[in-house]
């Protein structure tokens, strides 16, 4: 619809008029918004402690079903990921989670998203059944509601691969890492953190499977194959025991 001038200045009025005179931000907003600056700022434990505020404050406010709430309980928990405080760090997931599939469905991406967090957590305590199924969890709803390609998608794909390359079930993480690998050199810029950590997970599990010719197709600054004198090296037996002792 074309505004006229006459509306383009009403509006532009009401604008004025609201700058001028803002509502004050409610108190769980602006500690929110403290624990954000604070964690860009690189003082985790500063940003934990006014998320907890915040999350006290939005739940006091909007109700503890609140889609907000859920949120914020998803980003206090990840602090506590950060800080190693994975007991505390659960529950807050787990509330998430039931937030967001009782008001969105249980697959929406929102509901992904923590589900992935959920998995992070117990990843980094080398739960690996319990990260396994949440990261399969996270890339089924993932793959359905944004499509393989996706960003999001390809981050699931390559958590659950890293935990098999770090359970060396090799044969698992290949495809999953490859599909990552894929949809970030697409999307991404060569120079990106996560394509190049995508590019080192493939170079290891090459390098660790010994196909050396397809780990320097990912290799990068600094990764080192063995050369073709050092690979026949390799490939020859080792004398036994029995062979070195002196008679």
Same mark, same amino acid.
């Given at each position: 619809?074309? %505004? $006229?001038?006459?509306?383009?200045? @009403?509006?532009?009025?009401?604008?004025?008029?609201?700058?001028?005179?803002?509502?004050p931000? +409610?108190?769980?907003?602006?500690?929110?918004?403290q624990?954000?600056?604070?964690?860009?700022?690189?003082?985790?434990?500063?940003?934990? %402690?006014?998320?907890?505020? !915040?999350?006290?404050?939005?739940? @006091?406010?909007?109700?503890?079903?609140?889609?907000?709430?859920?949120?914020?309980?998803?980003?206090?928990? #990840?602090?506590?990921?950060?800080?190693?405080?994975y007991?505390?760090?659960?529950?807050?997931?787990?509330?998430? %989670?039931? &937030?967001? =599939?009782? !008001?969105?469905?249980?697959?929406?991406?929102?509901? #992904?998203?923590?589900?992935n967090?959920?998995?992070?957590?117990?990843?980094?305590?080398?739960?690996?059944?319990?990260?396994?199924?949440?990261?399969?969890? !996270?890339?089924?709803?993932?793959?359905?509601?944004?499509? +393989?390609d996706?960003?999001?998608? @390809?981050?699931?794909?390559?958590?659950?691969?890293?935990?098999?390359?770090?359970?060396?079930?090799?044969?698992?993480a290949?495809?999953?890492?490859?599909?990552?690998?894929?949809?970030?050199?697409?999307?991404?810029? +060569?120079?990106?953190?996560?394509?190049?950590?995508?590019?080192?997970?493939?170079?290891?599990?090459?390098?660790?499977? $010994?196909n050396?010719?397809? #780990?320097?197709?990912? #290799?990068? =600054?600094?990764?080192?194959?063995p050369?073709?004198?050092?690979?026949?090296?390799?490939? &020859? +037996?080792?004398?036994?025991?029995?062979?070195? %002792? &002196?008679?």
């Amino acid at each position: 619809m074309k %505004i $006229g001038l006459p509306m383009v200045l @009403a509006l532009l009025s009401c604008g004025v008029m609201a700058q001028s005179n803002p509502a004050p931000a +409610p108190e769980w907003k602006v500690l929110n918004e403290q624990s954000i600056a604070l964690f860009q700022r690189g003082d985790v434990d500063g940003a934990a %402690i006014a998320a907890a505020k !915040a999350l006290d404050a939005a739940s @006091a406010a909007l109700g503890a079903d609140n889609l907000r709430v859920a949120s914020m309980q998803n980003n206090l928990a #990840a602090l506590y990921r950060q800080q190693k405080r994975y007991a505390e760090a659960e529950p807050l997931y787990l509330r998430a %989670i039931a &937030i967001r =599939e009782k !008001a969105l469905g249980p697959e929406h991406p929102d509901v #992904a998203l923590t589900v992935n967090n959920l998995a992070a957590l117990h990843d980094a305590q080398d739960h690996f059944e319990q990260a396994e199924q949440l990261y399969k969890r !996270a890339l089924a709803i993932r793959d359905k509601s944004l499509g +393989p390609d996706h960003l999001d998608t @390809a981050a699931s794909a390559n958590s659950l691969g890293e935990l098999y390359l770090a359970q060396r079930r090799y044969e698992k993480a290949e495809p999953l890492l490859k599909r990552a690998y894929l949809a970030r050199e697409k999307a991404l810029k +060569p120079e990106d953190a996560d394509r190049k950590a995508t590019m080192k997970d493939l170079w290891t599990l090459y390098v660790s499977l $010994g196909n050396y010719g397809l #780990a320097e197709q990912y #290799a990068q =600054e600094g990764d080192v194959t063995p050369t073709e004198e050092q690979r026949r090296k390799l490939s &020859i +037996p080792s004398p036994s025991a029995k062979g070195n %002792i &002196i008679r």
